[in-house]
Protein backbone atom coordinates (compact mmCIF):
# COMPACT_ATOMS: atom_id res chain seq x y z
CA UNK A 1 0.00 0.00 0.00
CA UNK A 2 1.14 3.57 -1.33
CA UNK A 3 1.94 5.49 1.99
CA UNK A 4 0.65 9.36 2.16
CA UNK A 5 4.20 10.53 2.26
CA UNK A 6 5.17 8.28 -1.18
CA UNK A 7 1.83 9.38 -3.00
CA UNK A 8 2.89 13.21 -1.80
CA UNK A 9 6.31 12.34 -3.50
CA UNK A 10 4.99 10.61 -6.72
CA UNK A 11 2.21 13.47 -7.11
CA UNK A 12 5.31 16.49 -7.02
CA UNK A 13 7.67 14.22 -9.54
CA UNK A 14 4.51 13.81 -12.00
CA UNK A 15 4.10 18.29 -11.12
CA UNK A 16 7.88 18.84 -11.96
CA UNK A 17 7.48 16.46 -14.99
CA UNK A 18 4.67 18.41 -16.38
CA UNK A 19 6.41 21.76 -16.03
CA UNK A 20 9.38 20.41 -17.46
CA UNK A 21 7.19 19.75 -20.52
CA UNK A 22 5.69 22.87 -20.78
CA UNK A 23 8.86 24.59 -20.67
CA UNK A 24 10.45 22.67 -23.44
CA UNK A 25 7.43 23.01 -25.35
CA UNK A 26 7.82 26.72 -24.84
CA UNK A 27 11.27 26.77 -25.94
CA UNK A 28 10.78 24.95 -28.92
CA UNK A 29 7.56 27.79 -30.01
CA UNK A 30 10.02 30.12 -29.50
CA UNK A 31 12.33 28.73 -31.88
CA UNK A 32 9.66 28.15 -34.66
CA UNK A 33 8.42 31.55 -34.21
CA UNK A 34 12.43 33.25 -34.14
CA UNK A 35 12.98 30.92 -37.00
CA UNK A 36 10.49 32.48 -38.56
CA UNK A 37 11.25 35.55 -38.23
CA UNK A 38 15.23 35.09 -39.16
CA UNK A 39 13.93 33.44 -42.59
CA UNK A 40 12.12 36.19 -43.77
CA UNK A 41 15.54 38.86 -42.49
CA UNK A 42 16.85 37.74 -46.17
CA UNK A 43 17.01 40.30 -49.06
CA UNK A 44 15.91 39.48 -52.41
CA UNK A 45 18.24 40.58 -54.91
CA UNK A 46 17.43 41.20 -58.86
CA UNK A 47 19.59 40.53 -61.21
CA UNK A 48 21.24 37.66 -62.63
CA UNK A 49 21.51 36.19 -59.09
CA UNK A 50 18.83 33.31 -58.07
CA UNK A 51 16.16 34.18 -55.80
CA UNK A 52 15.99 32.08 -52.88
CA UNK A 53 12.20 33.29 -51.10
CA UNK A 54 13.53 31.28 -47.75
CA UNK A 55 17.05 31.26 -45.26
CA UNK A 56 18.07 31.89 -41.85
CA UNK A 57 18.33 35.56 -42.10
CA UNK A 58 16.90 36.35 -45.27
CA UNK A 59 18.67 39.17 -45.76
CA UNK A 60 17.40 41.39 -44.05
CA UNK A 61 20.00 39.84 -41.99
CA UNK A 62 18.13 37.68 -39.52
CA UNK A 63 17.93 34.31 -36.86
CA UNK A 64 17.00 32.52 -34.28
CA UNK A 65 16.83 32.95 -30.42
CA UNK A 66 16.30 30.51 -28.10
CA UNK A 67 16.99 32.81 -25.27
CA UNK A 68 14.82 35.87 -26.13
CA UNK A 69 11.38 34.99 -24.60
CA UNK A 70 9.76 38.23 -25.90
CA UNK A 71 5.82 38.17 -26.26
CA UNK A 72 4.65 40.61 -29.67
CA UNK A 73 2.32 42.95 -28.76
CA UNK A 74 -1.13 41.79 -30.45
CA UNK A 75 -1.40 45.58 -32.04
CA UNK A 76 0.78 47.40 -33.71
CA UNK A 77 2.57 49.79 -31.76
CA UNK A 78 1.28 53.51 -31.55
CA UNK A 79 4.86 55.44 -30.19
CA UNK A 80 4.93 58.95 -31.61
CA UNK A 81 8.02 59.19 -34.67
CA UNK A 82 10.71 60.44 -32.96
CA UNK A 83 12.08 61.53 -35.69
CA UNK A 84 12.39 64.85 -38.10
CA UNK A 85 11.32 64.99 -41.57
CA UNK A 86 13.66 63.87 -44.55
CA UNK A 87 15.51 65.99 -46.60
CA UNK A 88 14.69 66.92 -49.81
CA UNK A 89 16.28 64.89 -52.12
CA UNK A 90 15.41 61.66 -54.49
CA UNK A 91 16.88 58.40 -54.31
CA UNK A 92 19.18 57.53 -56.91
CA UNK A 93 18.30 54.90 -59.55
CA UNK A 94 21.94 53.35 -59.56
CA UNK A 95 22.84 50.05 -61.19
CA UNK A 96 26.31 48.48 -61.86
CA UNK A 97 27.60 45.30 -63.62
CA UNK A 98 30.08 44.84 -61.87
CA UNK A 99 31.61 44.33 -58.16
CA UNK A 100 34.42 47.40 -58.21
CA UNK A 101 37.63 46.92 -57.96
CA UNK A 102 39.09 46.58 -54.67
CA UNK A 103 40.40 49.84 -54.14
CA UNK A 104 40.66 50.68 -50.23
CA UNK A 105 44.11 50.28 -48.31
CA UNK A 106 43.56 47.10 -46.02
CA UNK A 107 45.80 48.56 -43.42
CA UNK A 108 44.01 51.65 -42.89
CA UNK A 109 40.65 52.76 -41.06
CA UNK A 110 37.43 53.56 -42.71
CA UNK A 111 34.58 55.00 -40.74
CA UNK A 112 30.77 55.29 -42.80
CA UNK A 113 28.84 58.23 -41.05
CA UNK A 114 25.04 57.95 -41.67
CA UNK A 115 23.23 61.37 -41.36
CA UNK A 116 19.30 60.20 -40.79
CA UNK A 117 17.01 61.31 -39.66
CA UNK A 118 16.72 60.35 -36.51
CA UNK A 119 20.10 61.14 -35.30
CA UNK A 120 24.11 60.48 -36.66
CA UNK A 121 25.29 56.59 -36.89
CA UNK A 122 28.62 56.11 -37.40
CA UNK A 123 30.00 52.78 -38.07
CA UNK A 124 33.54 52.07 -37.76
CA UNK A 125 34.35 49.68 -40.71
CA UNK A 126 36.84 47.01 -41.12
CA UNK A 127 38.89 46.59 -43.91
CA UNK A 128 41.48 44.29 -42.96
CA UNK A 129 38.53 42.01 -42.50
CA UNK A 130 36.10 42.73 -44.72
CA UNK A 131 37.97 44.41 -47.77
CA UNK A 132 35.88 43.67 -50.31
CA UNK A 133 32.67 44.58 -48.53
CA UNK A 134 34.36 47.99 -46.74
CA UNK A 135 35.11 48.64 -50.62
CA UNK A 136 31.88 48.27 -52.25
CA UNK A 137 30.06 50.58 -49.52
CA UNK A 138 33.12 53.14 -50.23
CA UNK A 139 32.13 52.69 -53.78
CA UNK A 140 28.18 52.47 -53.24
CA UNK A 141 28.54 55.54 -51.12
CA UNK A 142 31.27 57.97 -53.18
CA UNK A 143 27.94 57.57 -55.89
CA UNK A 144 25.48 58.51 -53.38
CA UNK A 145 23.44 55.17 -53.89
CA UNK A 146 22.81 55.67 -49.97
CA UNK A 147 21.41 58.71 -50.01
CA UNK A 148 17.84 59.26 -49.12
CA UNK A 149 17.35 56.10 -48.65
CA UNK A 150 14.90 54.20 -45.77
CA UNK A 151 15.67 52.04 -43.62
CA UNK A 152 12.81 49.38 -44.45
CA UNK A 153 13.01 46.98 -41.80
CA UNK A 154 12.76 46.75 -37.80
CA UNK A 155 12.67 43.66 -35.60
CA UNK A 156 12.09 43.49 -32.10
CA UNK A 157 11.16 40.13 -30.97
CA UNK A 158 13.90 37.33 -31.24
CA UNK A 159 16.48 39.28 -33.15
CA UNK A 160 16.91 43.14 -32.80
CA UNK A 161 18.28 44.80 -35.92
CA UNK A 162 17.39 47.63 -38.01
CA UNK A 163 17.86 47.07 -41.81
CA UNK A 164 19.01 49.25 -44.51
CA UNK A 165 20.79 49.87 -47.52
CA UNK A 166 17.84 49.26 -49.94
CA UNK A 167 16.96 52.17 -52.19
CA UNK A 168 13.80 50.67 -53.16
CA UNK A 169 12.71 50.55 -49.16
CA UNK A 170 11.10 46.84 -50.25
CA UNK A 171 13.71 44.65 -49.36
CA UNK A 172 14.07 44.03 -52.53
CA UNK A 173 16.92 46.33 -54.22
CA UNK A 174 20.18 46.01 -54.71
CA UNK A 175 23.35 46.97 -56.36
CA UNK A 176 23.16 44.59 -59.22
CA UNK A 177 26.06 42.49 -58.15
CA UNK A 178 27.10 40.35 -55.21
CA UNK A 179 30.06 40.55 -53.00
CA UNK A 180 31.28 37.45 -51.48
CA UNK A 181 30.88 36.59 -47.50
CA UNK A 182 33.94 37.95 -45.33
CA UNK A 183 34.63 37.06 -41.93
CA UNK A 184 32.48 34.67 -41.16
CA UNK A 185 34.70 33.07 -38.19
CA UNK A 186 35.10 36.70 -36.38
CA UNK A 187 35.76 36.09 -32.28
CA UNK A 188 32.63 38.76 -31.72
CA UNK A 189 30.16 35.96 -32.98
CA UNK A 190 30.61 34.05 -30.12
CA UNK A 191 27.74 31.17 -29.46
CA UNK A 192 26.32 31.92 -32.67
CA UNK A 193 24.84 35.69 -31.36
CA UNK A 194 25.99 38.41 -33.40
CA UNK A 195 26.64 41.14 -30.00
CA UNK A 196 24.73 44.87 -29.80
CA UNK A 197 26.48 47.60 -31.91
CA UNK A 198 27.58 44.93 -34.76
CA UNK A 199 27.12 46.10 -38.32
CA UNK A 200 26.39 42.49 -40.83
CA UNK A 201 25.19 41.96 -44.34
CA UNK A 202 22.41 40.63 -44.85
CA UNK A 203 22.04 38.06 -47.75
CA UNK A 204 20.29 35.35 -49.86
CA UNK A 205 22.07 32.28 -47.95
CA UNK A 206 19.25 29.51 -47.18
CA UNK A 207 20.91 27.92 -44.25
CA UNK A 208 18.12 24.32 -45.07
CA UNK A 209 19.53 24.11 -48.68
CA UNK A 210 22.64 25.57 -47.99
CA UNK A 211 22.62 27.43 -50.87
CA UNK A 212 22.67 31.53 -51.72
CA UNK A 213 26.42 32.03 -50.42
CA UNK A 214 28.36 35.04 -51.36
CA UNK A 215 24.80 36.93 -52.09
CA UNK A 216 25.49 40.06 -49.94
CA UNK A 217 24.86 43.35 -51.94
CA UNK A 218 23.93 46.90 -50.58
CA UNK A 219 21.42 45.47 -47.49
CA UNK A 220 23.13 45.79 -44.54
CA UNK A 221 21.43 45.39 -41.01
CA UNK A 222 22.77 47.06 -37.15
CA UNK A 223 22.37 45.32 -34.41
CA UNK A 224 20.64 46.99 -31.25
CA UNK A 225 20.48 44.33 -29.19
CA UNK A 226 22.24 41.02 -28.77
CA UNK A 227 20.34 38.79 -31.45
CA UNK A 228 21.45 34.87 -31.59
CA UNK A 229 21.99 34.29 -35.21
CA UNK A 230 23.87 31.60 -37.12
CA UNK A 231 27.44 33.12 -38.37
CA UNK A 232 26.26 33.41 -41.70
CA UNK A 233 26.44 37.38 -42.28
CA UNK A 234 29.60 39.22 -43.02
CA UNK A 235 30.02 41.57 -39.53
CA UNK A 236 32.28 44.46 -41.12
CA UNK A 237 31.71 47.09 -38.83
CA UNK A 238 30.76 48.60 -35.07
CA UNK A 239 28.46 50.97 -34.32
CA UNK A 240 29.89 54.25 -32.18
CA UNK A 241 28.17 54.71 -28.95
CA UNK A 242 26.45 58.07 -30.00
CA UNK A 243 24.88 55.86 -32.96
CA UNK A 244 23.87 53.26 -30.64
CA UNK A 245 21.60 55.89 -28.61
CA UNK A 246 19.99 56.94 -31.93
CA UNK A 247 19.18 53.25 -32.48
CA UNK A 248 18.10 52.79 -29.32
CA UNK A 249 15.37 55.73 -29.89
CA UNK A 250 14.22 54.04 -32.98
CA UNK A 251 13.76 50.37 -31.36
CA UNK A 252 11.64 52.13 -28.56
CA UNK A 253 9.17 53.69 -31.06
CA UNK A 254 8.49 50.50 -32.25
CA UNK A 255 7.57 48.58 -35.69
CA UNK A 256 4.26 48.73 -37.76
CA UNK A 257 2.82 45.30 -37.31
CA UNK A 258 2.98 44.99 -33.86
CA UNK A 259 4.36 41.27 -34.14
CA UNK A 260 7.97 41.78 -33.88
CA UNK A 261 9.23 42.72 -37.58
CA UNK A 262 8.37 45.26 -40.05
CA UNK A 263 8.33 48.67 -41.10
CA UNK A 264 9.62 51.23 -38.12
CA UNK A 265 7.31 53.58 -36.70
CA UNK A 266 9.89 55.94 -36.71
CA UNK A 267 10.78 57.88 -40.42
CA UNK A 268 14.37 56.50 -40.27
CA UNK A 269 16.06 57.98 -43.65
CA UNK A 270 19.60 57.98 -44.13
CA UNK A 271 19.72 62.25 -45.40
CA UNK A 272 23.21 61.84 -46.35
CA UNK A 273 26.22 58.63 -46.41
CA UNK A 274 29.76 59.39 -46.26
CA UNK A 275 33.21 57.28 -45.87
CA UNK A 276 35.98 58.63 -44.64
CA UNK A 277 39.88 56.72 -44.51
CA UNK A 278 42.04 57.69 -41.81
Given at each position: ??S ?12 FLR ?5 T???R????R ?5 S??G ?7 A?YTT??L??D?K??N ?10 P????D ?5 A??KVK ?7 P ?8 K??M?L ?5 D???A???A??P?TV???D ?5 G???H ?8 AG???LQ?G ?9 P??T?P????K????K???Y?A???AM ?6 Q??EG ?6 QF ?7 Q ?6 P ?7 G ?7 A?A ?11 N???V?NKATV??S
Amino acid sequence: MVSQEQRRRQLAREKFLRQQQRRTAARRKARARNAVIASVLGVILIGSVALYTTGVLKDDGKKENASAEVTPSASPSKAPDPCEKPAEGKVKELTFKKEPDVAVDKSAKYTMDLQTTCGDISIAMDAAKTPRTVNSFDFLVNKGYLDHTKCHRLTTAGIYVLQCGDPQGTGMGGPGYTIPDENLKDKSLKGGVYPAGTVAMANQYNAQTKEGRNSGGSQFFLVYQDSQLPPDYTPFGTISASGMKVLEKIAKAGESTGQGDGTPNATVVINKATVKES
